[in-house]
């Protein structure tokens, strides 16, 4: 068992051979061991800054001196994060009374998972096993974090579907078809792709003859899509992978379809959704931002990018990012445009 006095004197001796004099040691508030890592947790970002190191290096220095992965926590996160949780919880609380007898199960089961959580990294979700016999659907995109949703919703019952807006090749090529198909029958459920393409010529227009940016309207649609498909199947309760609208956002009631962002409604990180999804047999190869639409409009210049760049640094500020996920997705995001000017002045140079 390691403590904090012990992983102190670590620090102070890495960053002695590392010759970091900047500011003082930092202060080690907790250390928590769990199965896969440990957790070490620092009074704020200044500390916790200080602990990682210039790219990482003290940490990761760290690590192979006490052999085994470690994630860097402020206090100030963690509160701000338990907050999130309160009002998540606070919001389950009202719309049990009204909620549907299939839908109050899985309403049920969040509140133990968010009293879990708030206490997280000390405890967290355990993904065990039940039959709460409720019927979800789930908006599964391929991605990690709908696909955190859909292993979540597999774990609470049997009776999930899984629901996919096909907006055509220009977004989703038959390779992300068929990963998607290959998961949906390793898991025994049910997979629907709901034909949404006749709405994909303006949106596809409007981005690339009128640089407008596809994600809001794309999402609009293939929701809309979806929503439509889970009422026509008899089902009151839709699960998504969003992230960001966490409290009491994370749940919406749209008539008599309830709404929940799954990774929203438990505060979880991209690097959390990753480890559940991996649970489906997901390959977390290095993902590209967006959909193939998007990767060609990052190619019109800044009107596309900015909007991209803005959605990375939101995520980024909620703490669902690290920033070295975020850099990578910058990365990902300027890509196509970079490689654009080089060619332009390549062409240039052979004139």
């Not at 498909?229 to 960001?244: K, M, Y």
Request: aromatic letters at 4%.
């Amino acid at each position: 068992m390691v403590d904090k006095n012990q992983f102190s004197v670590s620090v102070r001796e890495i960053r002695d051979s590392l010759d970091y004099e900047r500011g003082v040691a930092p202060l080690i508030s907790k250390v928590i061991e769990t199965e896969d890592r440990l957790h070490v947790l620092v009074p704020d970002r200044a500390e916790k800054s200080l602990l990682l190191g210039p790219g990482g290096r003290v940490v990761a220095k760290l690590s192979e001196v006490f052999g085994t992965p470690i994630t860097v926590h402020s206090n100030c996160e963690l509160l701000l994060r338990e907050r999130q949780l309160r009002l998540t919880f606070q919001r389950i609380g009202k719309l049990l009374s009204d909620s549907s007898p299939n839908q109050k199960p899985i309403l049920q089961q969040l509140r133990l998972d968010i009293e879990k959580e708030m206490e997280y990294p000390r405890r967290q979700i355990d993904m065990r096993k039940e039959d709460t016999g409720t019927i979800v659907a789930v908006a599964f995109s391929g991605g990690v974090d709908s696909g955190a949703a859909l292993y979540w919703a597999t774990r609470q019952t049997r009776s999930v579907i899984s629901l996919t807006a096909d907006l055509g090749c220009q977004v989703m090529g038959n390779p992300e078809k068929r990963a998607i198909r290959y998961i949906s029958e390793n898991l025994e459920i049910s997979q629907y792709f709901i034909d949404a393409s006749s709405n994909l010529e303006k949106i596809f227009e409007g981005a690339i003859k009128e640089k407008l940016h596809p994600c809001g309207r794309c999402h609009r649609t293939l929701m809309e899509s979806i929503r439509n498909s889970a009422r026509d199947l008899g089902v009151d309760l839709l699960l998504t992978g969003e992230l960001l609208p966490t409290g009491r956002q994370s749940i919406e009631l749209m008539d008599d379809l309830m709404i929940i962002h799954l990774p929203a409604t438990l505060s979880l990180s991209k690097y959390r959704t990753r480890k559940i999804s991996s649970c489906l047999g997901m390959k977390h190869k290095q993902e590209r931002f967006g959909c193939r639409l998007l990767s060609r409009c990052h190619q019109k210049g800044w009107k596309m990018i900015g909007p991209s760049i803005y959605r990375v640094l939101r995520e980024t500020e909620a703490g669902i990012l690290s920033t070295g996920q975020s850099l990578q997705q910058i990365k990902n995001i300027l890509g196509p445009s970079l490689e654009c000017l080089k060619k332009r002045n390549r062409a240039k140079n052979d004139c």
